[in-house]
């Protein structure tokens, strides 16, 4: 068995620089953590290192002298493709909110990198995974000031009333609070019991979690749940 020195640091450059990301996004306590992103760029890694080694033995002269046709932008377009899959696998929606964006992105980034580090491109691929790694951390402060500043907080509220209880009163405790708009409500029963299903929207300056728990603290509040 014969190793290809460049094949195999190659594929060492990816596993490195995935952990790197990987690290990250486990810190953060994220579904696509240390594992995953290595594994997604030593994967891609290893279709960049089968692209551009693999078939050298196999070609001799010019192209007009062989049958055998190297392309090695057929195997990077098919990782583009393929790695869109799994990063939608990991995209899901909960209640007015869509999770995991940043970790699907991480993720189609990561095996760029590992293609990168595959076909022999290491320093590229070592400047990529900086950039991202910077994205990801240091985008976090500014991230937060934006959300607390400009963003206007979503949620689906279902709150089960108690027995006998007027929906009415509820309904208007929610119109009464200063800078939270009621964008949906409906009226469910179930089981004889009343079931409210409210959607808000906060200004960026409120609190959205304070109203909400005022709501929970009322006597006619069976029950509480946020999507």
């Known amino acids: 068995m014969v190793f290809d020195l460049d094949a195999v640091g190659r594929l060492a450059a990816a596993v490195a620089l995935g952990a790197v990301i990987g690290l990250e996004r486990e810190a953060s306590d994220q579904p696509a953590g240390l594992r995953t992103h290595i594994t997604v760029c030593l ?4 279709f960049g290192v089968v692209s551009t080694l693999g078939f050298n033995e196999f070609v001799v002269g010019d192209r007009g002298s062989t049958n055998v046709q190297v392309d090695v932008t057929r195997v990077a377009s098919q990782v583009v493709v393929g790695i869109g899959f799994l990063g ?13 964006l940043t970790t699907a992105a991480s993720l189609w980034a990561t095996a760029a990198i590992g293609l990168a580090a595959g076909v022999g491109d290491h320093g590229t691929a070592a400047v990529a995974t900086v950039l991202l790694l ?7 402060v500014p991230r937060s000031w934006i959300q607390r500043t400009f963003t206007r907080d979503s949620r689906e509220v279902r709150i089960t009333l108690t027995a006998g209880s007027d929906p009415g009163s509820l309904i208007g405790a929610f119109h009464a609070v200063d800078g939270v708009e009621v964008n949906k409500l409906s009226l469910q029963k179930e089981r004889g019991t009343t079931v409210v299903v409210v959607a808000l929207e906060s200004k960026p300056s409120v609190g959205l979690d304070d109203c909400i728990g ?14």
């Open 134 to 140: 910077l994205c990801l951390v240091v985008l976090r």
């Open 43 to 46: 994967g891609a890694a290893l």
């Open 214 to 227: 005022t709501i929970v603290s009322r006597p006619d509040v069976d029950t509480l749940e946020v999507a």
């Open 88 to 100: 939608a696998g990991v995209i899901f929606r909960q209640g007015l909110s869509v999770k995991n």
